[in-house]
């Protein structure tokens, strides 16, 4: 009996010592890949800009080429250059009436500038007024802010005031389509707990991530969303430091542009440069 014991012991030792071990990396847990972001300190800017009183009512602001930013005043028909390197105005173009302009931007050599009715002027580089756009809806009685989304070709305008929900309507350049691309409801607006109010002032789209950023002068802040209208995170704004945050742009580095206007002094632009981080 004893010699029987010891002989299945020895065979159940085999048995276990030939069976395939499992491999140690499905014991492993895969960790969530991280996503590398561009993120900025919004209370530390790089560069302040102080503009000409020509641009103390600054209300919208684009990227045109290295060291020149494209300006507009909410009151005059009047594109303005801006050279960063030289801080000075480089180049006007007069090209109509004076209005009430709340956006510019410009995309493949022409400027885009947005009435706050909704009616798009096209300036070629000559000055030249090519093309009027007609954007207004009866719902929306302002629009404030006007962005370019090369991933579709489509022009970004954003609603400052209009009945329901705040809105960010989409203009595509190639079929000329206009629609409703996403609505910013009061839930995602006030997620932070703040209560104050948002009226969209500006917007940009970051063009090394593809996220919109939709500014508020009204309400100091920016939120940022995906192309899907997600929203990823919201800055709380300083109003000493943005006075009245009235345009928003990137230059193709992700370097991001804010300008405020003066409210009765200087207008100016900050400058905030990308930091990668982990998230």
Same mark, same amino acid.
């Given at each position: 009996m004893n010699r029987l014991i010891i002989l299945l012991s020895i065979f159940s030792l085999i048995v276990i010592s030939c069976e395939p071990q499992k491999n140690k990396s499905e014991k492993i847990e895969t960790s969530k890949e991280k996503e590398i972001v561009f993120a900025y300190n919004l209370n530390e800017p790089s560069q302040k800009f102080i503009l000409p009183n020509k641009l103390s009512e600054i209300s919208g602001l684009s990227y045109y080429?290295?060291?020149?930013?494209?300006?507009?005043?909410?009151?005059?028909?009047?594109?303005?250059?801006?050279?960063?390197?030289?801080?000075?105005?480089?180049?006007?173009?007069?090209?109509?009436?004076?209005?009430?302009?709340? *956006?510019? !931007?410009?995309?493949?050599?022409?400027?885009? %500038?947005?009435?706050? =009715? &909704?009616? @798009?002027? +096209?300036?070629?580089?000559?000055?030249?007024?090519?093309?009027?756009?007609?954007?207004?809806?009866?719902?929306?009685?302002?629009?404030?802010?006007?962005?370019?989304?090369?991933?579709?070709?489509?022009?970004?305008?954003?609603?400052?005031?209009?009945?329901?929900?705040?809105?960010?309507?989409?203009?595509?350049?190639?079929?000329?389509?206009?629609?409703?691309?996403?609505?910013?409801?009061?839930?995602?607006?006030?997620?932070?707990?703040? *209560?104050? !109010?948002?009226?969209?002032?500006?917007?940009? %789209?970051?063009?090394? =991530? &593809?996220? @919109?950023? +939709?500014?508020?002068s009204t309400g100091k802040k920016i939120m940022v969303l995906n192309n899907k209208g997600e929203k990823k995170t919201q800055y709380n704004l300083d109003s000493e430091l943005f006075r009245q945050p009235e345009g928003i742009c990137f230059s193709p580095e992700g370097d991001l542009f804010i300008a405020s206007e003066g409210r009765g002094v200087k207008g100016y632009v900050l400058k905030f440069i990308p930091a990668n981080i982990l998230q």
């Open positions: 080429s290295e060291n020149m930013l494209v300006c507009i005043n909410d009151e005059l028909g009047i594109i303005y250059h801006y050279d960063l390197e030289k801080e000075e105005i480089s180049k006007t173009i007069d090209f109509g009436k004076n209005g009430d302009y709340e *956006g510019v !931007e410009m995309v493949d050599g022409l400027t885009y %500038v947005l009435n706050s =009715t &909704g009616k @798009i002027t +096209v300036v070629n580089v000559e000055g030249e007024i090519i093309e009027t756009i007609d954007c207004s809806l009866k719902q929306v009685s302002e629009y404030e802010g006007i962005g370019f989304e090369a991933l579709t070709n489509s022009l970004l305008l954003a609603a400052k005031e209009e009945r329901g929900e705040k809105k960010i309507y989409s203009y595509n350049l190639n079929d000329h389509s206009y629609q409703v691309k996403f609505t910013l409801p009061k839930s995602m607006i006030e997620s932070n707990g703040t *209560g104050k !109010e948002f009226k969209p002032s500006g917007i940009a %789209v970051n063009p090394q =991530t &593809g996220d @919109i950023y +939709v500014l508020a």
